[in-house]
């Protein structure tokens, strides 16, 4: 694909030289001549005196106009920044104290909670354990029975 490289002295290498390729000139198109526009109004001509005697006379130039200042704000950014921050670490401060009161109020929830669950359950027990012993009551046919004191006499 490609030719193999041939080792030479620096004066056996060809050497191409490439000729620049002339571009022929553009049609010349001359404008139509400029005519003068007038201004509105002629400016006042100036006379100014030098120290050395000498007259200079041409027309007064508008002095340049600095650039209007920006209204700077009658509290600095900083100012302002600071007191962002402060308010907002206020509120978190603030938001912490109603967390932890928030979580004291669910803790005490709780624990109510779980006194009930045991005061409900311990007297289950209580019933279970002191209430009348033996077996409970026998369900049996009603028209064949005769009840006496939860036995039945049939």
Not at 60 to 65: E, G, L, S, T, W
Not at 108 to 124: E, R, S
Request: glycine share 10%; proline share 12%.
């Amino acid at each position: 694909m490609y030719p193999e490289p041939t080792r030479r002295a620096p004066a056996e290498r060809a050497v191409e030289v490439h000729q620049p390729t002339p571009i022929p000139p553009a049609t010349v198109v001359h404008p139509a001549p400029a005519v003068p526009a007038q201004p509105g109004h002629l400016p006042a001509v100036a006379s100014v005196v030098l120290p050395d005697g000498r007259a200079v006379t041409g027309y007064a130039i508008d002095p340049a106009r600095p650039e209007p200042v920006t209204h700077k704000p009658a509290v600095s950014r900083t100012a302002v920044n600071v007191a962002l921050g402060g308010i907002g670490f206020l509120a978190v401060c603030g938001g912490l104290i109603l967390l932890t009161s928030f979580i004291a109020a669910l803790t005490a929830f709780i624990t109510q909670l779980i006194t009930l669950a045991a005061v409900i359950f311990g007297g289950w027990i209580a019933v279970q354990v002191l209430g009348p012993s033996g077996k409970g009551g026998t369900t049996v046919n009603i028209r064949k029975a005769t009840f006496k004191r939860n036995h039945f006499q049939g």
